[in-house]
């Protein structure tokens, strides 16, 4: 049904309609994979052999550290799977927390800081080019 039929089109409809870039799918996927693997990096080990050894790892974070680092996961989950549906706030979640990385790589080597400004200008540009912007415009 359309909407000169006089019925009305989906949102969903009229996303798909906007033809989301291969290359917005790719770096949504890549948030979402980024993050589900970093909390199963943690939780599979505790079904492992070496059980004590991964509740010992955890236990060293400490129940708000494990809270703020999986949260942190979970959101580049939450960011990738909604800006496959063309939320545009979802793109502007993904852009903070690539810029969240930036600011926790200082703490570390130059090298990784380095790294992840050219990750963060990678996805940015992905991101915000215009295919990617007519596919968010289309919500």
């Not at 890549?30 to 004590?52: E, N």
């Not at 050219?118 to 215009?130: D, E, K, M, S, Y």
Request: hydrophobic content about 60%.
């Amino acid at each position: 049904m359309t909407e000169a039929d006089g019925g009305s089109l989906s949102r969903d409809t009229m996303v798909d309609d906007a033809r989301r870039p291969l290359s917005l799918t790719l770096a949504a996927w890549l948030f979402i994979l980024v993050g589900a693997g970093g909390i199963l990096k943690d939780l599979v080990p505790l079904v492992g052999p070496d059980r004590g050894g991964a509740v010992r790892a955890l236990a060293f974070e400490g129940p708000f550290g494990l809270a703020l680092i999986w949260g942190i996961r979970l959101l580049a989950v939450v960011g990738g799977a909604f800006a496959l549906r063309g939320r545009n706030w979802a793109r502007l979640l993904l852009v903070a927390w690539m810029a969240l990385h930036i600011g926790i790589s200082l703490f570390h080597s130059p090298l990784e800081a380095a790294l992840h400004v050219v990750i963060f200008a990678a996805l940015t540009f992905l991101l915000f080019r215009p295919p990617a912007s007519k596919y968010f415009a289309a919500s």
